[in-house]
């Protein structure tokens, strides 16, 4: 299993940061190194968006152009987890916020929320004004 923490209720301006940690047993026996990790988020009604990748071979990282600047994502190997540091958040980042993670997701396809086998929880941000 996924499980995704750390969201809250916060004002504009402020910070959060987004823990997924997956269980030993999430991935059939898959090292958790060599998966490709994303978070996505979705407003009730909307359709899952994507947020920021990272992948697994040379750790690169992809954001959405509406957090790129204000959102970090990184991992930890050793502790299984995945994380998103949200900075300056708005009211737009207002959404239920999605871990996801794939073993042969290709570069051209990480945006898309339908190429991911494994998935977290969610946990709700909102931003007030």
């Known amino acids: 299993q996924l499980q995704a923490s750390g969201g809250g209720l916060v004002q504009a301006g402020a910070s959060l940061r987004l823990s997924c940690a997956a269980s030993g047993r999430s991935f059939s026996g898959r090292s958790f190194s060599s998966a490709t990790l994303a978070w996505f988020r979705q407003v009730q009604g909307q359709e899952r968006e994507f947020v920021a990748v990272?992948?697994?071979?040379?750790?690169?990282?992809i954001y959405a152009d509406a957090v790129k600047g204000r959102f970090t994502i990184s991992r930890d190997n050793a502790k299984n987890t995945v994380f998103l540091q949200m900075d300056n958040l708005k009211p737009e980042d207002t959404a239920r916020y999605y871990c996801?993670?794939?073993?042969?997701?290709?570069?051209?396809?990480?945006?898309?929320?339908?190429?991911?086998?494994?998935w977290g929880q969610g946990t709700q941000v909102t931003v007030s004004s």
């Open positions: 990272l992948r697994s071979r040379g750790g690169s990282t």
């Open positions: 996801a993670a794939d073993f042969s997701i290709i570069l051209s396809s990480v945006r898309r929320p339908d190429q991911y086998g494994y």
